[in-house]
């Protein structure tokens, strides 16, 4: 399968602890996407990246979150001191920009994190 | 970005056509409209995309109309398989940017 994978699928945190997630995009995809998505909500912006540059970050992602894509290939986002209100799914998206036709973003399964 | 507005949910039986209608009154003329599949536990999966008049694929079929103000994504001879939520987008047309989504329309198939 060469699609979008994440990693983990599902993570159980208590409040207070940090996580990791990871994102492995569609191989030679320069941009990079992060998601959150809550129940009953559609996906939120995060952050992305061209290759290893973040390019812009949304307001939802506050100082206890960060994100890198150090090689240009899989990225990691990062929460400290996980709240309770972090409880959500996060989605990674990955496309090829061109000059020409529509990007599509394919989207990756998600980590759906749970934090108690 | 133009906001879109879309029913919240709609059920349909089984073999039925499905219309599900978006309205995107401030849409600007570089936009496209876009529509996004979203199955239980899954990322959502792009499935048509279009400017003006009718756009056709093997999924769907997109519906838009002059003024481009609204558009219809039509699902012919739905199947249990394609209970899901679907979701209206505006985006520019090389889609090189972050997609906003709304809430989407939550279909459900019934046999």
């Known amino acids: 399968d060469t699609g979008v994978s994440q990693n983990p699928r599902h993570k159980i945190t208590k409040r207070g602890q940090n996580v990791t997630f990871r994102c492995d995009p569609i191989s030679e995809h320069n941009r990079l996407y992060w998601y959150r998505q809550t129940l009953g909500q559609g996906p939120e912006f995060l952050t992305y990246?061209?290759?290893?540059?973040?390019?812009?970050k949304s307001r939802l992602l506050s100082d206890r979150f960060s994100a890198e894509r150090p090689k240009g290939s899989f990225s990691t986002l990062e929460i400290q001191r996980t709240e309770q209100g972090d409880s959500a799914m996060y989605l990674c998206?990955?496309?090829?920009?061109?000059?020409?036709?529509?990007?599509?973003?394919?989207f990756g399964p998600g980590t759906r994190l749970t934090v108690l | 970005l133009a906001k879109t507005t879309q029913p919240i949910s709609m059920d349909s039986y089984e073999g039925q056509e499905v219309n599900i209608t978006c309205s995107h009154n401030?849409?600007?003329?570089?936009?496209?409209i876009t529509w996004y599949q979203q199955f239980p536990s899954q990322g959502p999966r792009f499935i048509i995309q279009g400017y003006k008049t009718k756009v056709t694929n093997e999924v769907a079929s997109l519906f838009i109309p002059a003024d481009r103000k609204s558009s219809t994504l039509s699902l012919p001879r739905v199947s249990l398989s394609d209970t899901a939520v679907y979701y209206c987008l505006v985006v520019p047309y090389s889609g090189n940017t972050p997609l906003v989504f709304g809430k989407g329309t939550r279909l459900s198939v019934i046999a």
């Open positions: 998206a990955s496309s090829l920009v061109t000059s020409s036709s529509y990007n599509e973003q394919f």
């Open positions: 401030n849409i600007a003329t570089n936009d496209y």
């Open positions: 990246f061209q290759n290893e540059a973040q390019l812009e």
